[in-house]
């Protein structure tokens, strides 16, 4: 049987093994921004897992709460993600605003580039700053680009709750929306092969939020046709002996070729396979937390950096600049970078997260009705 919900080591609603996927997700990024590890190293990838990871938590706390509840509210939904991303985002455009001023990094820092991302837009600020100035950081605040990603899960925050209200209430099935989901997912990657075939940029592929929808529609789909924490039986009608002993191998190797892909095949099809591929990787950790993979990923401090990573994330890049004018050994700017970042990731955590989610769970209760919008 699947593993059901546990609570995780903070104390909220969790899911098996999802911190530690986020822990391996944050630090492939971390690693590709570093400066030890060859350029060959496929970073991008942890963004594309956490893209997955988030389309698949958020639709499954959605889909818990219609069938608990028989609606979806809105208004607690906006405010959990509000008060959840909003502050540490703040914070990290803070700082890196003020390390761009003062001129300890190098910056073209100005008003626009701020302003996009305190409103969510940085990924299509890149495509324009690319196209206008011919850099796609110009105006940005030093080592915050990676703000891109934030923006495109914002725009799917935004847009697909809503969504989901508007098809359940015309009474589509978990399974219909599921399918109408994966559709999209098969549109996406030949979108994307229509841009590059009329010679759209490289961030015009890789950080716009029509290009890179998938990734979250792809994890939404699996927690609605076969969700593992919520007793679905097995994608595919796959057994579950053959989806954890040939299926979910299979698909460890298949995602690890195409993360070390060429570029081109990356922006285009890589992506949507790497997303086919973390159905049963997903299925499998879920569902046998037991088992070794299970029990890695579920280790107490592999978890709670995991339940760090969102902070990780945006700090990493601001970590790594101010070391490496320290030192120039690259392996040194690596290690007393990562220490630097998870302990001010743990900071934020014990001094903004925990004090903020308690504020949430009162304010959730202050609701009036009317914000409560039922499918």
């Known amino acids: 049987m ?39 190293w496929p970073g991008s990838v942890g963004v594309t897992i956490f893209f997955f990871l988030s ?29 959840r ?19 300890v990094l190098p910056s073209t820092i100005n008003g626009w580039g701020v302003a ?38 914002e725009h799917f925050y935004l847009i697909f709750p809503a969504l989901l209200i508007v098809l359940l209430w015309r009474k589509l099935s978990y399974r219909k929306i599921g399918w109408i989901l994966v559709a999209a997912c098969a549109a996406a990657p030949l979108w994307r092969l229509f841009l590059m075939a009329g010679d759209a940029s490289f961030y015009r ?33 796959i057994r579950d002996r053959a989806l954890r002993y040939i299926a979910a191998p299979i698909a460890a190797v298949v995602f690890i070729v195409v ?30 937390p037991e088992g070794i ?27 790594l600049g101010l070391v490496e004018l320290v030192t120039p050994v690259p392996i040194v700017v690596d290690l007393i970078s990562l220490v630097i970042t998870i302990t001010a990731a ?5 001094a903004v997260e925990k004090p903020l989610g308690r504020v949430r769970k009162r304010l959730e209760g202050k609701l009036p009705a009317r914000a409560r919008a039922s499918a």
């Open 2 to 40: 699947p593993a059901g919900p546990v609570k995780s080591i903070h104390g909220a609603f969790a899911i098996p093994s999802l911190d530690g996927i986020r822990f391996i997700a944050v630090m492939v990024v971390f690693i590709g921004h570093g400066l030890t590890v060859s350029t060959r």
């Open 55 to 83: 389309g698949y938590l958020i639709t499954t706390l959605l889909r818990r709460e219609y069938d608990k509840a028989g609606r979806i509210s809105l208004g607690k939904f906006y405010l959990r993600r509000v008060l």
């Open 85 to 103: 991303i909003l502050p540490p985002t703040y914070i990290a455009i803070a700082l890196t605003g003020l390390v761009g001023v003062l001129g």
């Open 116 to 153: 996009a991302e305190l409103l969510q837009v940085t990924n299509y600020y890149m495509v324009w700053a690319e196209a206008v100035t011919g850099t796609a950081h110009t105006g940005l605040p030093p080592e915050s680009s990676m703000l891109w990603s934030l923006a495109v899960e």
């Open 205 to 237: 592929l890789y950080v716009s939020t029509d290009t890179r929808f998938d990734g979250l529609l792809a994890g939404a789909a699996l927690a609605l046709l076969a969700n593992p924490a919520l007793g679905d039986r097995a994608p595919f009608g």
């Open 259 to 288: 993360a070390f892909a060429p570029q081109s095949f990356g922006l285009t099809i890589g992506d949507s396979i790497l997303y086919a591929c973390l159905v049963p990787l997903f299925w499998l950790v879920i569902s046998h």
């Open 293 to 319: 993979t299970g029990r890695v990923l579920n280790n107490p401090v592999i978890a709670h950096i995991g339940v760090l990573s969102f902070s990780i994330y945006l700090l990493h890049r601001l970590a």
């Open 346 to 350: 743990q900071l934020l955590y014990v």
